[in-house]
């Protein structure tokens, strides 16, 4: 399972760091994606990082999103700054295991004034 948190509401130029916390070890998951949502819209890849190391950026986020992991805390990150009004959307990790694909819940992000 996987669980997201971290969302809100925030104004243009603002900050927020999403979580991403597995119920358990999050290394089992050779990877980690960001995706988010809009109303009306397709779900978008944003970021992926992977256990084996490095890390993945669409250009639409690339600077001012960063993605990074604690294993000890089984968490990844995703640091988003100077954010937009664009950005508003619900944001969701994806686990992606030799077993299965796994889905967080997702979380609110909505960026205004």
């Known amino acids: 399972q996987l669980v997201e948190s971290g969302g809100g509401l925030v104004q243009p130029g603002g900050s927020l760091r999403l979580s991403c916390t597995a119920s358990g070890d999050i290394t089992a998951y050779y990877a980690i994606t960001w995706y988010r949502q809009a109303p009306g819209d397709e779900r978008e890849l944003l970021a992926a990082?992977?256990?084996?190391?490095?890390?993945r950026y669409a250009p639409s986020v690339r600077g001012r999103f960063t993605i990074s992991r604690d294993n000890a805390k089984n968490t990844v990150y995703l640091q988003m700054n100077n954010l937009k009004p664009e950005d508003t959307a619900v944001y969701y990790c994806?686990?992606?295991?030799?077993?299965?694909?796994?889905w967080g819940q997702g979380t609110q992000v909505t960026v205004s004034s």
């Open positions: 990082i992977f256990t084996a190391g490095g890390t």
């Open positions: 994806r686990g992606q295991s030799t077993a299965q694909t796994t």
